[in-house]
């Protein structure tokens, strides 16, 4: 009797393993319109697209032009894709996830760390962007994150040539966060103090999961349920 539950609570962790993708994350806030604002690079059933905003984080008017592809161009990302913690444990966010928008847009994902201070720690997050990464990172939108290849934040935000911190993986502490606008420093300490350091190239598991709706909500995008 004793050694069947062992067993059936064995074969149950292997199962649990098996439905997992091994990952890294990454971070970004590049200020641009995300690849899932596209409709063009949703993936297949999903409703969308994800909101961009203009410069003042009020809906981006009809037809602006990304902001990192357009010179002038008035769709930048939104302050709502902040980092949101749910417990000491557990976060909700936004990510760019693969290389393949009409892949990933707007799924969402379910991932723990198993590396890194946040080691054990989870999240679920929703792809808004894609590329520039290996298909099974997610590059966390974490203001101060990096602006990577793309940087709309000097025209949203008055941000430094490079954005804040470095280009790739952005500002180095959480006293580096007094460098971004006030309505952003918010998710800037998220990385320090609930994550605990830099997050980059941490090594995670992960599955997809249903989105919750706090996510859609804010995203104003819905996947196909799995
Ligand atoms: C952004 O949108 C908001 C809400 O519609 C509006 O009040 C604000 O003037 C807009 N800002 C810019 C810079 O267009
Ligand atoms: C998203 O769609 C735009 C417009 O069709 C396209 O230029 C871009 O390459 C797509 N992005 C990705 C990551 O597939």
Not at 8 to 31: E, F, K, N, P, Y
Not at 97 to 117: E, L, M, P
Not at 156 to 168: C, D, L, N, T, V
Request: proline fraction near 4%.
């Amino acid at each position: 009797m004793h050694s069947l539950k062992i067993i059936t609570t064995l074969l149950g962790a292997i199962a649990l393993v098996r439905g997992q993708t091994a990952g890294t994350t990454t971070t970004t806030w590049d200020c641009c319109e995300p690849a899932c604002g596209y409709t063009s690079n949703l993936s297949a059933g999903a409703r969308g697209p994800v909101r961009s905003c203009n410069k003042s984080n009020g809906p981006a008017a009809a037809g602006a032009q990304n902001a990192c592809f357009t010179q002038g161009g008035q769709a930048f990302s939104c302050s709502s894709y902040q980092p949101i913690i749910i417990s000491n444990t557990l976060s909700y966010g936004f990510a760019g996830h693969g290389n393949t928008a009409t892949a990933t847009c707007c799924k969402c994902y379910q991932f723990t760390w198993t590396s890194g201070a946040a080691a054990g720690k989870s999240m679920i997050v929703q792809a808004i962007n894609a590329g520039g990464i290996t298909d099974t990172d997610f590059d966390i939108y974490t203001p101060g994150g990096g602006v990577g290849d793309y940087n709309a934040c000097t025209a949203q935000y008055g941000a430094p040539a490079q954005g804040w911190g470095r280009q790739y993986g952005g500002v180095t502490s959480d006293s580096q966060c007094s460098q971004l606008p006030s309505n952003l420093q918010a998710g800037c300490h998220w990385r320090w103090q609930w994550a605990g350091g830099d997050i980059n190239n941490w090594q995670i598991t992960y599955k997809q999961v249903n989105c919750p709706s706090q996510l859609t909500s804010i995203s104003g995008c819905t996947p196909a349920t799995i």
